[in-house]
């Protein structure tokens, strides 16, 4: 990705879109707290194939939102964001249905933490996050799934050719997420990613890029002028697809990055 000109003090403008698509019950959750160093943006997925999708993605946001800000002085945002994944990743497993039994409800999450001009993500699942910067679109997290799975195990030499050949059929099911009870696969970059004014950072579930391409997405966002219009402009375009095709949950945060000083902040 191309480097530009970074800046030492930035402000974040944001926007959270959602839509439920063709299914029955909203199991997505979005949340940005706004934090007194920086700015957290979290999008989750609950799991459709599950029981309690919709209260196991909105357990894991709470989870977060409420946990990350209690970061002790000394320890790194991936450090404290690993703790966070184990806790979630508790919690839910956790929730129990009405008559107090386990019911195995699972959630993807993607999250940021922006501070000054450096950014950090956690990602488990398939919900991705999107760095656009110019003319690139780049998907900064992996999709979790038997795909990637069996991909890695070949690159060890250790896929078995029963995996290699389920790959066509099950490639998409997820092999990580938030309640699955010891989460080994993720992705956190250990080290800062450094911001650029003019940056625009796209946290969504797996609805949006399953109607809209990356070029697409490039397209409406690059488009438009300010990160409200540009997120309309994407769940508009989404509705139209998912009315022709049928879709699922359909939920992101936009976010763009500018320079404090040419909003007239931290200038004497």
Known sequence: MKEYGMVNEMIFDFAVRSIIGTREEQQD?????ELSDGLLGIVCDGMGGMTKGA???QTAVRCL?????MRPDGVSVPDWFLHCVDVMDESVCKIKDEHNDGVNPGTTVVAVYLSGGELYWLSVGDSRLYIIRGDEIVAATRDHNFSLYVEERQNLGTATSEEIASMEK???ALMSYIGIGGIEMMDLNRNPFALCAGDKLLLTSDGLFILLDDSEIYGIIEREETVHEAA??????AETKAEISGSDNVSFCLLYTSDAADEGLGVD
């Open 55 to 57: 209260l196991a993605s």
């Open 170 to 172: 099950h490639g998409e």
């Open 65 to 69: 939102a409420e946990l990350f800000p």
């Open 232 to 237: 309309d402009a994407l769940i508009a375009q």
């Open 29 to 33: 959750c979005v949340g940005v707290t």
